[in-house]
Nanobody, 123 residues
Framework: QVQLVESGGGSVQAGGSLRLSCSAS????????LGWFRQAPGKEREFVAV???????YYEDSVKGRFTISRDNAKNTVYLQMNSLKPEDTAVYYC?????????????????WGQGTQVTVSS
C-alpha cells in the first residue's frame, strides 16, 4: 500500500495562491489514480480534484478554472496548484490514492490517505 505525505499548506489572503504537494512511497506510482479532498470544520470530507494514471483530470465545480492537479511520475509526486483562493477554500486538504486508471470522486473509492495539510484563506 502506498504511503502519502502532503506539504505546502499555509495561510494566505483571498485571491492568493498555494501549491500543495503529495509525495508517495511504497507503491508503483504510475499505476495510481490520485485525488485531492478537503474537509472544513464540521463538514464531511469532499472531493476536489483527481488525476488518473493516464493523466486525465476532473474537478469539482467550485474549483474549476482556479485549481490544477498534476503529477510527476519521475518524482512520485502529485500537485494541486490553487489560484484565486477564497475563504470558502479553507480546509484541511488530503491526498488520496487508488490503484488503476478508473476515475473516482468519492472517499470510499480511495484506500490510501495522507495526514492532511491545513489551508487557511482570510478575507
Amino acid at each position: 500500500q502506498v504511503q502519502l505525505v502532503e506539504s505546502g499548506g499555509g495561510s494566505v489572503q483571498a485571491g492568493g495562491s498555494l501549491r500543495l504537494s503529495c509525495s508517495a512511497s511504497g507503491g508503483t506510482f504510475v499505476w495510481y489514480t490520485l485525488g485531492w479532498f478537503r474537509q472544513a470544520p464540521g463538514k464531511e470530507r469532499e472531493f476536489v480534484a483527481v488525476i488518473n494514471s493516464n493523466a486525465i483530470t476532473y474537478y469539482e465545480d467550485s474549483v474549476k478554472g482556479r485549481f490544477t492537479i498534476s503529477r510527476d511520475n519521475a518524482k512520485n509526486t502529485v500537485y494541486l496548484q490553487m489560484n484565486s483562493l477564497k475563504p470558502e477554500d479553507t480546509a484541511v486538504y488530503y491526498c488520496a490514492a487508488r490503484s488503476g486508471p478508473r476515475m473516482a470522486t468519492i472517499v470510499p473509492d480511495f484506500n490510501s490517505w495522507g495526514q492532511g495539510t491545513q489551508v487557511t484563506v482570510s478575507s
